[in-house]
């Protein structure tokens, strides 16, 4: 049994930033590299920011300079930090492996940028 909890979006206004947690459930979390998705209205999901094991990141260009990955494998957790906040970063957040595994999506959370 894999879960995957996501948590702390919110509504923050333009050039805001939110931290985002993501709470797994089951054993050799830290063996596997792990990713922030997103999914904005309309659009595909795509992969924001990911995390090797060893703790070596990438991110999407989009992201790039305001974004921050980040795991505490003592705690089964991952964190994205968001600063400088866009409107063009609304979307609903997921956390994944990455390469994403199909029934690991969990709900999300939902992070709205407007003003």
């Known amino acids: 049994q894999v879960q995957l909890v996501e948590s702390g979006g919110g509504l923050v206004q333009p050039g805001g930033s939110l931290r985002l947690s993501c709470a797994a459930s089951?054993?050799?979390?830290?063996?596997?590299?792990m990713g922030w998705y997103r999914q904005a209205p309309g659009k595909q999901r795509e992969l924001v920011a990911a995390?090797?094991?060893?703790?070596?990141?990438n991110y999407a260009d989009s992201v790039k300079g305001r974004f921050t990955i980040s795991r505490d494998n003592a705690k089964n957790t991952v964190y994205l930090q968001m600063n400088s906040l866009k409107p063009e970063d609304t979307a609903v957040y997921y956390c994944?492996?990455?390469?994403?595994?199909?029934?690991?999506w969990g709900q999300g959370t939902q992070v709205t940028v407007s003003s």
């Open positions: 995390i090797s094991s060893g703790g070596s990141t």
């Open positions: 089951g054993s050799i979390f830290r063996l596997y590299a």
């Open positions: 994944n492996t990455q390469p994403a595994i199909r029934l690991y």
